[in-house]
């Protein structure tokens, strides 16, 4: 019996190690390892963390030098199927009155709260100076127009969209070049199997981007933690709990609902993309995301055409993250500043912020810089009070980021559903590969992505 009983142990113990093993090999094992070795590391030496930042800043900038090929291949590619273009014209009025009513919805909740429970009450920084960073930032802000935004879609060359890397532009070029091939082009079109075959190439590349990771997220947030000191997770904890707080409400309560509402689960939508979330997580950065999640999306269910179009454009346009912490920080500068800011003048500037927030890249800092272009258009409350954000800026646009991820996953779900083009079978199967044992399901090769992310495989 005893020779048994050592067998089963070893055979046991064999067993556990396997299971370890196996798990490390999972991409967000190995991210989520990395994010807490960064946050240690900057606690315990601050100057060497700081060090680490090339390393997120490398991560980040190949990610991005991804984002515009691979949205023009998914776009042309999945506009092509398109052969109504009132289809498509259908397709964008669902997506930007979705994105208008969500970021409204968002946008008026982080007025409410920052009015309810006053974060910046009491504080009484009158007597702000702006500093070299706010100033800069303002700046450049300042010459934010209705006008210039629209005419900022439209690239001076076909080229200068993609060299400069802004994805509304290529958005812009990607839908008039997928509309031409829908039209007038044949199927069997030699530019659209030269396309075909160059998203195949793209994404064989990020595979080998994905491989260094856990890599750039220790980067990232070793650096972040080190520069700003453990510190900055008490400063101004109020407004940034309350931030949270409200972000996490907004998720479960109105995209849950939102979600729900189409027939889907939340916390399933969450764990279809947690691996892109704690990317998010060590790089604040919305934008490492984008590649993975069009090609994650197609294979949840959702059409290639609903995906190539929705999620870039939700990019630009469905910032619900940010949305939410416009409001809640306008409303604590003002309580900070002493400055009086009436509902009439909160209904203005929401309606100035329903502008200013969209458009422009999803960086860390980039909510940041449309706060400074709408304290710019309103003249109502202080510049100086972006100072009192300035050394936060980092945690605030974590939380924005992932919220701005999460529904932006939302919104392709429900507008494919919108459209009769979500396949719930393809959802079902696909769920429960992620759900599989290590090595049964698609973690299982999660750092190395396959080939195709075409929707019909």
Same mark, same amino acid.
């Given at each position: 019996m005893r020779p048994n009983s050592k067998a089963a142990g070893s055979s046991g113990g064999s067993t556990g190690v396997k299971f370890v093993m196996a798990r490390l090999r999972q991409l967000y094992v190995q991210v989520i390892i990395a994010i807490l070795l960064g946050i240690a590391l900057g606690i315990l030496a601050p100057a060497t963390a700081v060090e680490m930042k090339p390393l997120g800043d490398a991560?980040?900038?190949?990610?991005?030098?991804m984002l515009g090929p691979i949205i023009f291949c998914s776009v042309v590619l999945g506009l092509t199927h398109v052969r109504d273009m009132g289809q498509l014209g259908r397709l964008a009025f669902k997506a930007l009155l979705y994105f208008e009513i969500l970021t409204t919805v968002g946008m008026a909740?982080?007025?409410v709260v920052v009015n309810v429970f006053e974060p910046g009450a009491g504080l009484h920084a009158t007597s702000l @100076? *702006?500093?070299e960073s706010v100033?800069?930032?303002?700046?450049?802000?300042?010459?934010?127009? @209705? *006008?210039?935004?629209?005419l900022s879609i439209i690239p001076n060359t076909l080229v200068d969209a993609f060299a400069k890397g802004e994805i509304l532009q290529v958005l812009f070029i990607s839908v008039l070049t997928g509309a031409a091939l829908s039209i007038g082009g044949k199927k069997d079109s030699p530019i659209l199997r030269g396309i075909e075959e160059g998203q195949d190439v793209l994404f064989r590349i990020l595979g080998f981007i994905m491989r260094v990771a856990p890599i750039g997220a220790f980067g990232a947030i070793a650096a972040a933690v080190g520069a700003h000191?453990?510190?900055?997770?008490?400063y101004l904890a109020k407004l940034v709990g309350l931030y949270y707080v409200t972000s996490l409400a907004f998720v479960f309560l109105v995209l849950g609902s939102v979600a729900g509402m189409a027939g889907l689960s939340i916390l399933k939508l969450i764990r279809l993309v947690r691996e892109e979330l704690l990317l998010v997580l060590g790089t604040a950065s919305g934008e490492v995301a984008l590649p993975r999640l069009m090609q994650k999306l197609e294979k949840a269910g959702c059409d290639e055409a609903v995906v190539g179009f929705v999620l870039p454009a939700g990019y630009s346009f469905n910032l619900d993250g940010?949305?939410?912490y416009m409001a809640i920080a306008v409303g604590f500068i003002a309580q900070a500043t002493d400055t009086p800011f009436s509902l009439g003048q909160q209904i203005g500037v929401l309606a100035i912020m329903l502008l200013t927030s969209k458009g422009g890249t999803t960086v860390a800092g980039g909510a940041f810089i449309k706060l400074a272009a709408t304290l710019q258009t309103v003249r109502?409350?202080?510049?100086?009070?972006?100072?009192?954000?300035?050394?936060v800026d980092r945690l605030m646009a974590t939380c924005t980021a992932l919220t701005n991820v999460v529904g932006n996953t939302v919104a392709v779900f429900v507008i494919a559903r919108w459209e009769n083009a979500f396949?719930?079978?393809?959802?079902?199967?696909?769920?429960?590969?992620?759900?599989?044992?290590a090595g049964a399901g698609p973690q299982a090769s999660a750092v190395a992505v396959p080939a195709s992310a075409k929707a019909g495989e």
């Open positions: 991560f980040i900038g190949l990610l991005r030098m909740l982080g007025f @100076a *702006v500093n100033a800069r930032i303002s700046n450049t802000a300042s010459h934010f127009t @209705a *006008v210039g935004f629209f000191g453990s510190g900055t997770l008490i940010t949305a939410i109502a409350l202080p510049l100086n009070g972006l100072g009192l954000l300035f050394g396949n719930r079978t393809k959802f079902d199967s696909y769920m429960a590969e992620l759900a599989a044992p």
